[in-house]
Structures are given as structure tokens and as C-alpha cells.
């Protein structure tokens, strides 16, 4: 019974290794409040409205549709680069982080 204990322990450990490190190119960046309304088009999201929305947070719609929220410090850097820049709309990132369900922890991101 101990040996069954110590094993699951150190593989419990051993889980976190197993996350691997994803690279989106290109990829959508919005705002969380208004990310349901302009899945259709994210192309189409105003950087003027995800200013406006910064409290809610950011994130990225993959390839796939799917929509993932950035962590905090990605939150942070993304805002940060969107009130430098001077785009209208089609704003999108280079991004790289770890995926944990629907958050992207993020490691590297630029805005296109």
C-alpha cells in the first residue's frame, strides 16, 4: 500500500512536465467581455472597443474556435501593447504559453 502511495505521488509530480508549450501565429486577440459577440469576426473587434474593455481581460480564439483566456501577466503585456499601437481593427498576436483547460499562460506575446 505504500508503494502504491509513493507511485502516485511521483506521478502526480511528473503531470506538470507533461504540459507542453504552444505556439498561435496570427491568431484573433479580444476582449473577454466581447469575445461570444465577434466569433464570427474577430477581424472586425475595434481596438478602441478591447481599450475599452480592458478590465475583463484578453485572449485568443484558435485555429480551431476555441477561445483561450490569458493568464494575468498576459493580460498585463497584450494591454500594454494594444495602447501603443495605432490599429483600427484585425488586431492579432504571435503567442507562445502553456495551455491549462480554457487559460493560456503566457510566456511571449506580440502584436501584429
Not at 505521488?9 to 484573433?28: E, I, N, R
Not at 476555441?66 to 501577466?73: N, S, V
Request: aromatic fraction near 4%.
Amino acid at each position: 500500500m505504500k508503494t502504491l502511495a509513493t507511485l502516485l505521488a511521483l506521478g502526480m509530480l511528473t503531470v506538470p512536465a507533461l504540459a507542453a508549450t504552444q505556439t498561435f501565429k496570427d491568431a484573433p486577440v479580444v476582449d473577454v467581455d466581447c469575445h461570444q459577440k465577434v466569433a464570427a469576426d474577430p477581424d472586425a473587434h475595434t481596438r478602441a472597443c478591447a481599450m475599452a474593455c480592458v478590465k475583463s481581460g484578453y485572449g485568443i480564439f484558435t485555429e480551431d474556435k476555441k477561445f483561450l483566456r490569458f493568464d494575468a501577466e498576459g493580460n498585463a503585456e497584450i494591454a500594454k501593447q494594444l495602447k501603443a499601437s495605432t490599429k483600427a481593427d484585425h488586431l492579432r498576436v504571435n503567442v507562445t504559453g502553456d495551455v491549462e483547460g480554457d487559460q493560456l499562460k503566457v510566456t511571449t506575446i506580440h502584436l501584429e
